[in-house]
């Protein structure tokens, strides 16, 4: 079964800095998607990054970039000039490509941004 | 406004006594699924359905009943709610089971059974 590890329940970084998340997974798939997600104290989850496993090159979202090494089997988050806005829950998640009925969450790591 | 809509956002109710959360979206997806988050575990699936009619279990169906009559509708059903199922549940959908794109989920509905 395919599993997601978050390693960090919480991280802290000042307001204007950079922050990077860490995710790794384990599948014997090789077609598959690779999530973030952004849960704010309003609950809502929040799609910030996805990556398609076929691509090598690292997706990006204005501050959002991931660093995805395949290889490896990790998924990182980098999350640049912090906002008070990005304090949030994130969760990592990964989906099998044909067959899939569901996204396999990881634990969640919760960010403190510090004015 | 395409959306997932849950109800309720929060509710409270007593060992045993059956209760329905409703789930609903506007998007025509035939895929809907249910999520209950813990602290420490992520989220985890319920049950998920492919399309009308079609439902199956996911990783933690046991307490829970769900039915699928409408293409919209997706109700949650705890028959005899135990204080073991206080979470938070996720409805979430997608236009198709294979989309590669993410969920778009419900706005949660944080359940206390006492």
């Known amino acids: 079964a395919q599993t997601v590890t978050q390693s960090q329940p919480e991280m802290s970084v000042q307001e204007a800095e950079t922050v990077t998340l860490s995710c790794t997974y384990d599948?014997?798939?090789?077609?598959?998607?690779l999530f973030w997600y952004k849960q704010p104290p309003s609950r809502q989850m929040i799609l910030v990054i996805r990556?398609?496993?076929?691509?090598?090159q690292n997706a990006t979202e204005n501050r959002f970039s991931v660093n995805f090494q395949k290889a490896a089997k990790s998924f990182s988050l980098k999350i640049s000039d912090s906002q008070l806005g990005d304090a949030a829950m994130y969760f990592c998640?990964?989906?099998?490509?044909?067959?899939?009925?569901?996204?396999?969450f990881g634990q969640g790591t919760r960010l403190t941004i510090n004015p | 406004e395409a959306q997932v809509t849950q109800n309720p956002r929060y509710l409270i109710t007593v060992t045993g006594k059956k209760l329905t959360v409703t789930c609903s979206q506007n998007?025509?997806?035939?895929?809907m699924s249910w999520y209950r988050q813990d602290p420490g575990l992520g989220l985890r699936q319920i049950y998920y359905?492919?399309?009308?009619?079609?439902?199956d279990k996911g990783d933690v169906p046991e307490g829970y009943k769900v039915s699928r009559k409408e293409k919209r509708n997706f109700p949650l059903i705890l028959e005899s709610p135990s204080p073991n199922q206080t979470s938070l549940y996720f409805c979430?959908?997608?236009?198709?089971?294979?989309?590669?794109?993410?969920?778009?989920f419900g706005s949660g509905t944080r359940l206390t059974v006492v």
């Open positions: 998640a990964y989906r099998r490509g044909q067959g899939a009925q569901k996204l396999v």
């Open positions: 990556q398609e496993a076929y691509k090598q």
């Open positions: 998007m025509n997806h035939e895929y």
């Open positions: 359905s492919m399309n009308v009619e079609v439902t």
């Open positions: 599948t014997s798939e090789s077609d598959y998607y």
């Open positions: 979430a959908s997608s236009l198709r089971v294979y989309f590669p794109y993410g969920y778009t």
